[in-house]
């Protein structure tokens, strides 16, 4: 069969610090491929609509599957199933990834028939099933781990034998230097392993993979590395070398093999401070930047998101990936509670420290226990808002004033290491890109004003409200019973236990 894969468009992230490949759909697309099919791989973030439709109209695919990982991305994701269906109506339309799985029934609906399943958990797993299903039986479609449908759903989704079994289908993406996380230019992906142990509030890695943690071997994470033509590399997983010796056999492989490279990857503080070693090591061969999740710079702020973690922890953490000569970047979680006074206690902060500080939303995303408790107080259901830059619960703030103090606290943070002054402390390395021809770092100095603006952020809730959204996310209640009903045994699991904790969960139910 002739099978399309589907990238949706940019974040509002990925249009300024990153653009990222994407990696699941490439092992959704390598498993397809060894089955035996025709593939080819469209990620919208560098190309267009009217490529797509160009493509669906000269190839006439037998099967397009879309990838969302991302809220954000539902509404597109509908809009371009929908057209498709009209374009080509015997084409078998589907989707998968971590949104796509927390509201699937969702999905399916909005979809009005367009849709003909979500695929929840990891595509790779069972994805030839499906493809088996959809050319020869489709009634077998029932029989598919983790499939949904409007009228039933297969068995729970069934985990990768192995992460050794897997490789990207790297070589089907057409475009591979557009993507990019800051000097990382161009910049490959990477995953050593998959999970999560520790359980935050405003996370779902832990119920997306039931709280599992799988590695790949170091052997096999080598030899995929040598295979990667990329100079700079993102690890993406979730925490990065959680454990020591794991990351240590990794690091000694590429020493061995001599290979060359830069890397970026995300881990937590007290990972950090625990495996110094590792991540001295890892200095040594390349890893060039860090971002830390700090979340708070107060204990009660990471209480509230159940870290695990202190303050003083993280704060260690901070001045010993300094001392390594790690750029690091960092995330603090602004809440729409916060007034005028807590902005400048941010933007004091972060002025005082080195680090690239990142601010981002706090937002209910669902599977995560903050959706449980918080989705109820939204005042958005709009998708496009839950993209951590756009508040969708109430601020004690004006809305305009929110965004007025939101956007001035990233512009403070970003004059740090955006525009001519980033430009002049990495001149020799922006030069190298360009002269290669690379250009997405050198962009990205001055994209800042065109993207963050508190007038458009404003706009985009008004917007929302003239037009009245059709496509709405489906708060805790609908949630709850056709998700939770519908959900596979990890979700479930993780569920049961915040409404054996009397969470909101159970008055719903
Ligand atoms: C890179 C990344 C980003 C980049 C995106 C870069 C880009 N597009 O250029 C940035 C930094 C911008 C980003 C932002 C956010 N991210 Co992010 N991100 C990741 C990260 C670290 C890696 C993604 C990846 O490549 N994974 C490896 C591949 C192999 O896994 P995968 O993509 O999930 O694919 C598997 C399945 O999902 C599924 N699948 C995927 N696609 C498809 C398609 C089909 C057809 C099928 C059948 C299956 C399928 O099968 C794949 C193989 O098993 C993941 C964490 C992680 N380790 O996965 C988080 C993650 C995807 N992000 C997440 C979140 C929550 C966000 C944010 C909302 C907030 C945040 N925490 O940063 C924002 C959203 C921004 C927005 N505007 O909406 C969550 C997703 C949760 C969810 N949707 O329920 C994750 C899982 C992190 C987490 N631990 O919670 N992110
Ligand atoms: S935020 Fe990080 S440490 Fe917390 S559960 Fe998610 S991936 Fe794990």
């Known amino acids: 069969m002739k ?9 509002m992230y990925s249009k300024i610090y990153l653009r990222l490949e994407p990696l699941g759909l490439e092992l959704v697309a390598a498993a397809v491929q060894q089955g035996g099919h025709e593939v080819r791989l469209l990620d919208l973030q560098v190309d267009t609509h009217a490529h797509y439709f160009r493509g ?12 969302c990982n991302y809220l954000a991305n539902v509404p597109e994701i509908v809009d371009l ?7 080509l109506p015997d084409c078998f339309v589907f989707v998968g990834g971590h949104s796509a799985s927390f509201i699937a029934q969702e999905f399916l609906a909005h979809g009005g028939g367009a849709i003909d399943c979500i695929l929840t958990g990891e595509g790779e797993a069972a994805v030839l099933q499906l493809l088996e299903a959809v050319q ?13 449908r409007r009228d039933g759903q297969g068995p729970p989704p069934q985990f990768v ?8 289908a790297r070589h089907l993406l057409r475009k591979r230097r557009k993507y990019f996380i800051g000097v990382l230019d161009p910049c490959a992906s990477i995953e050593f392993s998959r999970g999560c142990p520790w359980d935050c509030t405003f996370c779902s890695a832990w119920t997306f ?6 590695l790949k071997s170091p052997e096999r994470a080598v030899e995929e590395l040598e295979q990667v033509r990329e100079p700079g590399i993102f690890i993406v997983d979730d925490v990065a070398f959680i454990q020591a010796q794991h990351g240590m056999a990794i690091g000694e492989a590429i020493a061995r093999k001599d290979i060359h490279k830069e890397y970026y990857l995300e881990t937590r503080g007290d990972v950090l401070l625990r495996n110094k070693p590792v991540f001295e090591f890892w200095r040594s061969l390349g890893l060039k930047y860090m971002f830390l999740g700090l979340e708070a710079i107060d204990e009660e702020g990471l209480r509230a998101f159940r870290k695990r973690v202190t303050l003083s922890e993280n704060f260690a953490a901070l001045a010993y990936a300094r001392s390594l000569g790690i750029t690091v970047a960092v995330n603090i979680i602004a809440d729409p509670s ?15 420290i080195p680090e690239i500080v990142n601010i981002s939303v706090n937002t209910p995303y669902p599977g995560t226990e903050t959706w449980q408790t918080e989705a109820r107080q939204l005042t958005s259901r709009d998708y496009r808002l839950f993209d951590i830059q756009h508040t969708v619960l109430p601020t004690t703030l004006p809305l305009s004033t929110f965004y007025d103090e939101l956007v001035k606290t990233q512009r403070v943070l970003n004059t740090k290491h955006l525009g001519w002054r980033a430009l002049r402390s990495a001149a020799s390395i922006a030069a190298r890109h360009v002269l290669r021809g690379q250009t997405n770092f050198v962009k990205m100095l001055w994209e800042f004003d065109s993207v963050y603006n508190p007038k458009l952020q404003l706009a985009d809730h008004r917007w929302v409200r003239v037009r009245r959204v059709a ?14 009903v519908s959900s596979p045994s990890p979700f479930r699991t993780v569920l049961e236990a915040f409404t054996s904790h009397g969470s909101t969960l159970s008055d719903q139910s």
């Open 3 to 11: 099978f399309l894969a589907v990238h949706p468009s940019c974040l």
């Open 56 to 67: 669906l109209r000269a190839w006439k695919p037998d099967v397009v599957a879309f990838a």
């Open 81 to 87: 199933a929908k057209a498709t269906k009209a374009l």
């Open 136 to 148: 020869h039986d489709r009634q077998a479609l029932h029989q598919v781990p983790g499939l949904v």
């Open 161 to 168: 034998a192995s992460l050794d079994g897997l490789l990207p």
């Open 209 to 214: 993979y039931g709280r599992s943690y799988r």
């Open 338 to 352: 916060w007034d005028r006074e807590r902005f400048e206690v941010i933007r004091t902060w972060c002025l005082e």
């Open 471 to 484: 496509l709405s996310v489906s708060i805790p209640h609908r949630f709850v019973s056709s998700w939770y």
